[in-house]
């Protein structure tokens, strides 16, 4: 009789012991993972508002997801640890900083800020102030007072003798010399409480003596009578009857023109209608010959170069004098005046 063999395997009970403590242990790591692990969320450090100075506390925060240990670097050498996103820090230098801070031991950020030096507070009760006129005369005293509630102490220079001139607090002084005076004030001792301010002195006498120059001056040139310019005598020897012609020379003739025809002419030349050119019959031909304008000698020509660069509106009037050869009728010379309209600035 023939033995029966079975086609069923059995496996062997420690490879199900095997398989389940390696599948328990991969459970345990994964479990330990999961407990542990910190996914590293997106970190900004946020700085306050406004300017930040120095010796004035800055805040700071971290702004992120799931943080729970924050450590702090403030880029001068301070560190900080904290449970919490937000800190504070004094920095005691101005300067560029470069803030650090790491979450959770992994997630970082930086940031750059700049802190900037902190004002100088000035206490301006305690400077000075010159209560006085800006104007002064000569031998007239002037009374200047110190506004400043908390001085104690005043040091007067009005800026003439070099010195020291005062130690009230409301001095009186008079000048003795005209001109643009510094007067200084230093109060309590202290070179830092300096104030300055600037005085024009005027001498009454010597500008009453001004004016009255002036005055005089222009009632001269107003009263003096026109300069009359004479042709000179020839220099030379009269001819002899050897030396003359046959036939005796005629000299031009002029046609006639009035002094209120000259006065429209040169009107026309300020409007620039009429040029030099058109007064050459009446002057026989010699257009830079010298004549008196405005009290002052210049060739006809160069005077209406001039009359043709003034607006009409700004001539009250033209008064003309002419002065004639009374062979040839030709004008040799003439005063011209050009009265023109003052200005609202009195121009």
Same mark, same amino acid.
């Given at each position: 009789?023939?033995?029966?063999?079975s086609?069923?395997?059995r496996?062997?009970?420690?490879?199900?012991?095997?398989?389940?403590?390696?599948?328990?242990?991969?459970?345990?790591?994964?479990?330990?993972?999961?407990?542990?692990?910190?996914?590293?969320a997106?970190?900004?450090?946020?700085?306050?508002?406004?300017?930040?100075t120095?010796?004035?506390?800055?805040?700071?925060?971290?702004?992120?997801?799931?943080?729970?240990?924050?450590?702090?670097?403030?880029?001068d050498?301070?560190?900080?640890?904290?449970?919490?996103p937000?800190?504070?820090?004094?920095?005691k230098?101005?300067?560029?900083?470069?803030?650090s801070?790491i979450?959770?031991?992994?997630?970082?950020?930086?940031?750059?800020?700049?802190?900037?030096?902190?004002a100088?507070?000035?206490?301006?009760?305690?400077?000075?102030? *010159? +209560?006085? %006129?800006?104007?002064?005369?000569?031998?007239?005293?002037? #009374?200047? &007072?110190?506004?400043?509630a908390? !001085?104690?102490?005043?040091?007067?220079?009005?800026?003439?003798?070099? *010195? +020291?001139? %005062?130690?009230?607090?409301?001095?009186?002084?008079?000048? #003795?010399? &005209?001109?643009?005076?510094?007067? !200084?004030?230093?109060?309590?001792?202290?070179?830092?409480?300096?104030?300055?301010?600037w005085?024009?002195?005027?001498?009454?006498e010597?500008?009453?003596?001004?004016?009255?120059n002036?005055?005089a001056?222009?009632?001269?040139?107003?009263?003096?009578?026109?300069?009359?310019?004479?042709?000179?005598?020839?220099?030379?020897?009269?001819?002899?009857?050897?030396?003359?012609?046959?036939?005796?020379?005629?000299?031009?003739?002029?046609p006639?023109?009035t002094?209120?025809?000259?006065?429209?002419?040169?009107?026309?030349?300020?409007?620039g209608?009429?040029?030099?050119?058109?007064?050459?019959?009446?002057?026989?031909?010699?257009?830079s010959?010298?004549?008196?304008?405005?009290?002052?000698?210049?060739?006809?020509?160069?005077?209406?170069?001039?009359?043709?660069?003034?607006?009409?509106?700004?001539?009250?009037?033209?008064?003309?004098?002419?002065?004639?050869?009374?062979?040839?009728?030709?004008?040799?010379?003439?005063?011209?005046?050009?009265?023109?309209?003052?200005?609202?600035?009195?121009?």
């Amino acid at each position: 009789m023939s033995k029966k063999v079975s086609s069923f395997f059995r496996i062997d009970e420690q490879v199900f012991f095997t398989m389940a403590g390696v599948s328990l242990l991969a459970i345990i790591i994964l479990a330990f993972r999961f407990t542990t692990d910190r996914p590293c969320a997106p970190v900004k450090i946020k700085t306050g508002t406004g300017i930040l100075t120095e010796g004035v506390a800055v805040r700071l925060k971290a702004e992120t997801e799931r943080g729970e240990s924050y450590s702090w670097n403030f880029g001068d050498g301070t560190t900080s640890e904290d449970a919490t996103p937000s800190t504070s820090h004094i920095f005691k230098q101005a300067g560029r900083y470069i803030v650090s801070v790491i979450v959770n031991g992994t997630c970082v950020d930086m940031q750059n800020i700049v802190i900037s030096e902190s004002a100088v507070v000035v206490n301006t009760s305690l400077h000075p102030l *010159i +209560i006085g %006129s800006d104007t002064a005369y000569v031998n007239e005293a002037l #009374t200047f &007072a110190d506004a400043s509630a908390t !001085s104690t102490s005043w040091e007067w220079r009005f800026g003439e003798t070099g *010195i +020291i001139d %005062s130690y009230d607090k409301t001095p009186t002084y008079t000048y #003795t010399t &005209a001109g643009v005076k510094k007067i !200084s004030l230093k109060v309590n001792g202290r070179p830092d409480l300096v104030v300055q301010k600037w005085i024009y002195v005027i001498d009454k006498e010597a500008q009453k003596a001004a004016m009255d120059n002036a005055k005089a001056d222009a009632t001269r040139r107003k009263t003096a009578p026109p300069i009359v310019f004479i042709p000179s005598a020839p220099t030379a020897p009269p001819l002899t009857n050897q030396q003359s012609d046959p036939v005796k020379k005629e000299e031009p003739k002029a046609p006639s023109v009035t002094a209120d025809q000259l006065r429209m002419l040169l009107f026309e030349v300020v409007e620039g209608t009429k040029r030099a050119e058109d007064f050459s019959e009446y002057l026989c031909g010699n257009l830079s010959r010298e004549i008196v304008y405005n009290g002052s000698p210049i060739a006809f020509n160069k005077m209406c170069e001039d009359l043709k660069g003034i607006k009409k509106k700004r001539i009250n009037k033209i008064s003309v004098v002419p002065y004639r050869n009374g062979q040839t009728n030709c004008i040799e010379s003439m005063s011209v005046t050009v009265d023109k309209k003052k200005g609202i600035f009195g121009l």
